[in-house]
């Protein structure tokens, strides 16, 4: 079985329980220590051979799996295996090669981002969708034409912009688009190593994309997050309104629920309070 684990974010206690269990059964693990904290692998067994996949070619990785067709193999990922993982290759190797394997999901740095900002990346009545892309650069080739950020930005709804920190002037433009994408005060947040110890996070505008990107001094692991869902506004989801009904909740009447009174959560002293960091 060769099981590709997404190991989340940066922070060692956002892998998830199934992917720490992955990795406590493995007898082979394959980690990026590049993207992947070496603390991620205090989750491994004792007796487990860990080989570190940063100066490895996807054809040395294949030669690994084929070299034990028998054992319990952990492929540990950076983030969430859906986004720029480079994990299909691999399954459609294990396909053609007819070796069992499994996708265990982790968390992503979009999410990561968005916990460190503080804001919901979806508003009602401000953007309802996510656009998550990056910048043509070095891999220009993977990209379709019609992939664009400059041809994302016209529908100036929440955009997650990766692998893009190195071309900051270029991606600003692209925001812009000339006008025709977002306007130049738009919100936006440069998050460098979402989770990680070091992270860092710098509020900023699109028109001053740049110098909060040069402010940081990385040029890698930079997810920004432009949009106007970064900024207060929007009205409120119809998910808990008294007048919204759904098939497991009817309408309240004057703060009641079916005509009986909410009963207050006592499990935090009768009222709810908003949980934020401690």
């Not at 979806?122 to 041809?151: F, H, N, Y």
């Not at 900024?231 to 998910?239: C, D, E």
Request: proline share 6%; hydrophobic share 45%; aromatic share 4%.
């Amino acid at each position: 079985m060769i099981c590709f684990v997404g190991a989340g974010p940066g922070a060692a206690d956002l892998l998830t329980l199934r992917g720490a269990q992955r990795l406590a059964d493995a007898d082979l693990v394959l980690w990026a220590s590049s993207l992947v904290p070496a603390e991620v692998l205090e989750h491994a067994g004792p007796d487990a051979v860990v080989h570190d996949s940063a100066g490895m070619t996807l054809e040395d990785v294949f030669a690994l799996y084929e070299a034990h067709p028998d054992a319990r193999i952990v492929r540990l990922h950076s983030g969430d295996l859906s986004l720029y993982s480079a994990v299909q290759e691999q399954v459609d190797w294990c396909v053609a090669h007819g070796r069992e394997f499994e996708l265990v999901p982790g968390v992503g740095s979009l999410a990561a981002a968005a916990a460190a900002v503080g804001r919901e990346l979806t508003v009602p009545k401000v953007a309802q969708s996510i656009v998550a892309t990056r910048l043509a650069g070095r891999t220009k080739a993977s990209m379709p034409d019609r992939e664009t950020v400059a041809g994302f930005a016209a529908h100036q709804t929440t955009m997650a912009i990766y692998l893009s920190g190195a071309r900051p002037e270029a991606l600003r433009n692209e925001l812009l688009a000339d006008g025709a994408g977002y306007p130049p005060s738009t919100p936006a947040a440069v998050v460098v190593r979402a989770s990680w110890p070091d992270e860092q996070v710098v509020a900023t505008t699109v028109a001053e994309l740049p110098e909060a990107i040069r402010s940081t001094g990385a040029r890698t692991t930079i997810l920004v997050l432009v949009g106007p869902a970064l900024a207060a506004g929007g009205t409120r989801s119809l998910l808990y309104d008294p007048a919204y009904a759904h098939g497991h909740r009817k309408r309240s009447v004057a703060g009641t629920t079916e005509g009986r009174p909410i009963a207050p959560d006592r499990r935090r002293g009768g009222t709810a309070e908003k949980l934020g960091p401690r």
